[in-house]
């Protein structure tokens, strides 16, 4: 049992060529080995069926032979003219008469050496062939010459039987060696060729382990297999990896950026204090208040990094009527943005019904709301409004701010992205608002689109799948 689980191992700790090559030479070899069996027993069946259709043959030819010749034939006829005899039987056989006390009286062609005579394997009439010998096979019967009364006895030797199966063998043999050999070249170039693509995407992600994605991942396959679907697979996932590896190392050094301008703020205000501000009360208030706003920038910096990090999960909620939670944050920006004017157009309550979290969807509109009223002229404009079909529902929320350019309409969406930077920064954004609302929209699998122009306004539209009951 242990020989069993070390072989075992063994085989396991292989190379897949090398149980490619082993193991399509042992399968094409036991083929052969089989049927080169089945062929050896057939072909020894059929020649040893022959060499006992000899006897039998052998055994009819004498039997008429004495039949024929009655009284006239005498034993000593048979030793004068041995002739008459060698014309019957095969010149490799050996015959001879005995008579009733066993004892030979006459032995013709003598190729062969008999065993002991047994009267009780004669049969009463005709002869009784015997092949439980491996040298030969005997054939022994009654016989009558006139007034003697004896026996015949055949021998026929298998020199040329196994002769012939040794030679077929041996042919066997050194054809079932040339198989074994054949397969496992056969098997060998088989793996070389076909784990050809497996060892370049080996190679592909030994470069990816050691560089990175420093270096182009390419394979040279393209046929349409399954190992050709794997590499098309490796390819799609390395590629995406590629995609989130890069935002990540962007998403690092924006973060890190980002966070260090309000760090460096308040620990300058704090070596402020510790130096001279304990003293004096107006400048310990302007740096504990810098300190404080700087801390919740930071705070909504990192709560947003991590509602990106964590919202790509798509969850099922039950649905909610987006004007009412409109209305709700709609309601929290009037008290942060008093100048404000947005209007909200009615709608049929019932038909604005999509499956989101009110959370998710209150951050989605305060965001665009938010962006709104920060690039606007005050006083800020918004109107929100509605569309529906039979699949979905579109918010559009339109304002009459200072627009975009349609170089910068594409890259809106991209993490820590601003228009105008020092307006932003100084308003509070950190470049990750619209993000969130792309993600958050995408995850209950709605769509938000964005029409700009410079000077005139921007209309943002988020499509929704309307609930179904």
């Known amino acids: 049992m242990n020989i069993l689980h070390k072989y075992k191992q063994y085989v396991l700790s292989l190379s897949l060529k090398k149980k490619w090559t082993i193991g399509s030479a042992s399968v094409i070899f036991l083929s052969f080995a089989l049927m080169s069996m089945v062929l050896f027993l057939a072909l020894h069946g059929w020649l040893y069926q022959q060499e006992e259709q000899e006897v039998k043959r052998t055994m009819q030819d004498l039997t008429t032979f004495f039949e024929t010749q009655g009284l006239s034939l005498t034993i000593q006829d048979i030793r004068a003219n041995k002739g008459l005899m060698n014309s019957i039987i095969d010149k490799n056989q050996t015959v001879r008469l005995l008579n009733m006390d066993g004892i030979e009286i006459v032995r013709i062609n003598s190729t062969s050496t008999f065993p002991p005579f047994d009267h009780a394997i004669v049969p009463v009439a005709g002869y009784k062939i015997n092949t439980d010998e491996s040298e030969f096979i005997s054939a022994t019967g009654q016989l009558r010459l006139g007034r003697f009364d004896g026996y015949v006895q055949l021998i026929h030797p298998l020199n040329a039987f196994k002769s012939t199966m040794s030679y077929i063998l041996t042919a066997m043999i050194l054809f079932g060696i040339g198989a074994l ?47 050709g679907e794997l590499i098309s697979v490796y390819e799609s996932m390395m590629n995406k990896l590629k995609v989130s ?99 909200h157009a009615d709608f049929e309550l019932k038909e604005l019904q999509v499956r989101i979290s009110p959370n998710s969807y209150q951050q989605i509109m305060r965001n665009i709301l938010t962006n709104a009223i920060r690039y606007s002229k005050e006083p800020a404009k918004i109107t929100i409004s509605y569309e529906k079909n039979l699949e979905e529902v579109m918010v559009r929320v339109k304002d009459e701010g200072i627009g975009m350019s349609k170089e910068q309409l594409p890259q809106i969406f991209n993490r820590f992205y601003r228009v105008e930077s020092a307006r932003s920064r100084d308003s509070g954004g950190s470049g990750l608002g619209l993000s969130i609302v792309k993600m958050l929209v995408e995850n209950v699998q709605g769509n938000v689109t964005v029409k700009s122009e410079e000077g005139v306004g921007t209309t943002f539209t988020v499509i929704f799948p309307l609930a179904k009951n």
């Open 181 to 227: 050999l054949l397969s496992g070249l056969i098997g060998y170039t088989l793996a070389n060729y076909l784990l050809k693509p497996l060892r370049e995407l080996k190679e592909t992600m030994v470069n990816v382990n050691q560089y990175g994605f420093e270096r182009e991942v390419q394979l040279s396959y393209k046929e349409k297999d399954e190992i």
């Open 245 to 343: 590896f890069e935002q990540q190392q962007q998403f690092m050094a924006d973060a890190s950026h980002e966070l260090r301008t309000p760090i460096q703020v308040v620990e300058g205000h704090l070596a402020l204090l510790n130096r001279w501000g304990k003293s004096d009360p107006k400048i310990l208030d302007e740096s504990l208040q810098t300190s404080l706003a700087e801390t919740k920038k930071m705070k909504q910096l990192i709560d947003e990094m991590l509602e990106l990090a964590r919202g790509q999960q798509l969850k099922e909620y039950p649905p909610i009527n987006i004007k009412l939670e409109t209305d709700e944050v709609i309601g929290e920006l009037v008290q942060l943005f008093p100048s404000a004017k947005i209007h």
